[in-house]
């Protein structure tokens, strides 16, 4: 019997994390007899008086949002990094570590519609965005090692409020997946000589596989070391991107429609507003970050979605995955080909 992946049991790398996944595809033949969760699709209203992320309402802080009409911005109410906090005092003792963190959270609401989602926005729509995280990146990057823009999508996901928004932490230290990254880009970079994610990426367009949806400078792919089901990944197609503040304008547009076309392909699964969380990883930055040497990072964009097999079923990433090692049931390659040939229209502006 020879090996084939979409029968037989195998480990992939993750070279960006450093870490093994275990997949497990004959699995999928078994019968489900899990947790079903309500599917919670009601017609949100465009302006809702009492969600404190609308345009004109006072938040419980007390502060009033302006009557913004694109994109809006402010200092998180509840953050959980701040800036002028005393030092812990320094520890010499191994087993009892303690660091400074200071930092910054801020909220950035996409739209002043309560009820659009990113597949929903025009790319135009969805390019305003872009351009305010480039500025926050900008301005947070200045002072902060590292800067995360993520987007929290779904209750699902923990997501406290269903007005289309991200938050964004600086801090003054690396977190661990960034830091991780960061070691294992840097050590493939002067073992190879070549960018990991460039490398990567030029891989994935020969192999044609588990790429989702392309444009001219963007792929949006399931990773081949993927553990979410359904697991994507935006990276540049070949140009050397290391942060997101090194876009062009055509590149920042570009990025806008490679999102809409893939959030399209996450919502037309399963006909529901596809939960997530998904952020940006690139280049860090922070004083004195110009003279660093960055050669090995590559800009690129990460999705992770907890469905697996409907909008009620989700993957829970507990027992073996806690204790041991990360597993999933399909396939990358699978994935990819579900989501690759769903329709590229939004099932709800079919019409
Ligand atoms: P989540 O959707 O991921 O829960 O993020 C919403 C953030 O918005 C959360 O961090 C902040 C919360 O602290 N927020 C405010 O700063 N002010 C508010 O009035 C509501 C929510």
Request: charged share 25%; with cysteine.
């Amino acid at each position: 019997m020879s090996f084939n992946p979409v029968d037989h049991q195998h480990v992939r790398w993750n070279p960006l994390k450093g870490e093994w996944i275990l997949v497990s595809p004959h699995r999928m033949k078994r019968p489900w007899s899990g947790q079903v969760e309500k599917s919670n699709e009601e017609e949100r209203p465009e302006f809702d008086p009492t969600n404190p992320l609308c345009p004109g309402v006072t938040r419980p802080s007390g502060q009033t949002n302006p009557q913004y009409t694109s994109t809006f911005i402010f200092d998180n109410d509840f953050p959980a990094l701040l800036e002028d906090v005393p030092e812990p005092p320094a520890s010499d003792n191994p087993l009892f570590r303690c660091g400074q963190a200071k930092g910054t959270c801020r909220v950035m609401c996409f739209s002043p519609k309560s009820n659009v989602t990113v597949p929903i926005m025009s790319i135009e729509e969805i390019r305003h965005v872009i351009d305010a995280w480039v500025q926050e990146l900008n301005d947070l990057g200045q002072k902060y090692k590292w800067v995360q823009i993520f987007e929290n999508k779904g209750a699902v996901m923990g997501c406290s409020n269903p007005h289309p928004h991200c938050q964004i932490w600086a801090s003054s230290f690396m977190p661990n997946e960034a830091a991780a990254k960061d070691k294992n880009m840097k050590e493939y970079f002067n073992k190879m000589g070549s960018n990991l994610l460039m490398d990567y990426a030029k891989q994935e367009v020969e192999k044609n596989e588990r790429i989702v949806v392309q444009n001219g400078d963007w792929l949006g792919l399931v990773p081949y070391w993927a553990v979410w089901p359904y697991e994507t990944m935006i990276i540049p197609k070949s140009r050397h991107i290391k942060r997101m503040s090194d876009l062009t304008d055509e590149e920042k547009t570009s990025l806008a429609d490679i999102m809409k076309q893939l959030t399209t392909k996450y919502d037309n699964l399963f006909e529901c507003s596809f939960p997530y969380s998904m952020g940006f990883h690139g280049a860090p930055t922070g004083p004195g970050h110009e003279s660093e040497n960055c050669d090995h990072w590559q800009f690129h964009a990460l999705y992770y979605p907890p469905l697996l097999r409907s909008a009620m079923v989700k993957k829970f990433m507990v027992g073996y995955e806690m204790l041991a090692n990360c597993q999933r049931d399909l396939t990358a390659e699978q994935a990819a080909d579900k989501l690759r040939n769903l329709p590229d229209i939004h099932y709800k502006l079919k019409q």
